[in-house]
Every structure is written in C-alpha cells, then in structure tokens.
C-alpha cells in the first residue's frame, strides 16, 4: 500500500538531498516480490502529493498512461472531492479521470465520503447512487476489504465526515482529504498508525468531536502519528505562538492523551526552520513553533521525526518504521537493529 505521491527530487542534481522516489518504491516492490499495488490512496489532489504519478503509474482509462515500468493499481483510494472538483490539471487530473472510470465502470476504487454528494455525477453519467453504493466508504466505518485478523490491518475511516459535507457546498481539497487510522496486528499486539493528511485544527476538532460522541476514542489512538500539514501549526491552534504553538483542546487531548509516551510523531517537511532564520518568517510550514509544541508536550524530542533531517539535513534517508509483535521500531540505517520500541498495549483511552 502506498499513501499519496510526489516525485520533486532531481537525481541528476548532486546537491538535491531529495530522495529518486520511482528507484526506491521499485525497490520497495521487488523486495517485498510485488509487481503491483494492492492499494494507492491518494489523501488529496495538491500537487505536493501527486506530482509525476502520471509518470510512475499505469492507469487504466487512457493506453498513454501504460506501458513499460509503470505500476498497476489495484484498488485505489480518493475522497469524493477527487471525482466532482473541476479545474484541476497536470497528475491531478489524471488521477481525477482514473477514478471516474474505474467508478462509472464499476471496479478497483474506493471513495471516501457519502455517496449522495456524487448523486449529480452518477447521474450525468447513466448511474444512480445505489449502482455504486458498495464503493463507497462513509467516515466512521471500516474500509471493508480488509480484516483485521485475516489481513494483520484494518483502516478506519474519520474524513471526509457528513458534517463537512451536508454544511457546505464548495469544494475544500484539505478540509475534505483523507484521514483514517491504519491498526496492525502482530503476534497478538496491535499497532496504530495515524495517518491526517492536510486538514487543519478545526478539521481535526470535528473529528475529535464526532469520534468521542460516538464513543470510538480508541480509533484516535496512536502509536504512530502522521502529522498534518507538514507541521504547520494551523494544524494545532489557530495562532503560530511566540515560541510554541497553544493546541485547542480538542487537539490537546488527540496528541497528549491518545498518543504513547514512546510514539513516534513524524513530521514529512523540510527541515525545522532555526529561530530567526528567514525560513522561520515562511507562512508555509514546517513551523517552529508547531514543532516545539509536539518536542515539548507531545513525545520526546527524540521521536519528533522529519523526513527531510534523518539522519541529518545533509544526507537524508527514508524513515523505516518496522511493525512487530513487540510494538513499532525505528530501524537503524544499515539496517543493523532498531532505535527504540512503541508500547504495543492494547488501544485504549488516554495513553498515561
């Protein structure tokens, strides 16, 4: 399975620390003894999460996108905002006009969100809601083709939520991205994966919100947490802070209750930016501040990862997080061991 895309490195370029992310995922497949996806979800249709899948995947509505190394998709994942928004171009709409074939054609896709809100589309195109209606994954349900104690993995689904869409009628890409919890079972234990997306504080607190009143607080739980945004701190509070964002208190409770002490919080950005710095008055995250609030309050500044740091700015390598019995490792580079392991309890309400 592999969740969301974006080849921005340039391998030719001997100062890019970016990784060739077509060499690694092949890689990834030939050692795993794959020639194919089983899942490719794609969270939402930014260019900082699809751009060259044009490029590396083999796509069944046009012979163009086919053909030589590329790799098949099985099933693959979208919220319904990747089928109805208009006026998306290069890999996003490509992907947008894979998704609508597979699912006017009925086959190999799952869509995250109501089916109604693609009621208007089924319709200009021959269908009604209930042709389709077993494609389509609601929040706070399990995404069906998977279970847990067949497949070792079950996947949860928290956005889009029917809030966010019966309250309004514009498109929004990162409020109504995909969110979901993957939990892994091994040797008995289970592990949590959090995986957020793009969605901001007052995304998160709606989910927080729905997920407690429906008494489902373990499907919040984490060992390991995916942060939205790249670290930004819209994702925690809706002010940046001097020196450390101040979470809302739905926010507060998902990163320091729902969390282990020994999780890994993982921030997929560039490098923090130093105080001072001309990165640090960037609008865009990675923020300082977001970060301090996760290194100070959250977990340990040890397990605060970022993808574009480890092992250090210069030389970044991919961050391998193993899943076993014994909870989640980080594996040490050279694959010689682990760093440290994630308590494997079972999931539960508060982490203390």
Known sequence: MLVDYAHQGSPEDKDDPRSDLPTLLRKDLVDADRDEYAVVAF???DT?????????????????YQGGERKKIEMLWVPASAISEVGVDDDGRVIREEARHRLKEGYGIRVFSRPERLKDWLKANGLKVEDRASLFVDAGQLVRDFALNVDGVEFFAH??????????????????ALVFQARFLESGSTTDVLMTADVDHEVLAEIVDITRAKKNDDRLHWNVYKLPHHCSYKSIGPEKGKNQTVPTEQIKWLCEEQGEDLGYVISTSKPIPVKGTDEDDDVQP???????????????????????EHPNQLFPKPIVIKITGDGAYMKRLGGMGAAVAVSSSAPRAGRR
């Not at 900082?48 to 163009?64: L, N, T, Y």
């Not at 029917?162 to 514009?170: E, H, Q, S, T």
């Open 286 to 308: 990675p923020h300082r501040q977001a970060a301090n609030y996760y290194k100070n309050e959250v977990v340990d500044s040890s397990r605060f990862l970022v993808t574009m």
């Open 48 to 64: 900082d999460h699809v751009q060259g899948a044009s490029e590396f995947f083999h796509f069944d509505h046009a012979k163009k």
């Open 159 to 176: 956005s889009p939520h029917a809030k966010r869409i019966n309250d309004r009628g514009v498109e929004d890409r990162n409020g109504d």
């Open 43 to 45: 969270s939402h249709l």
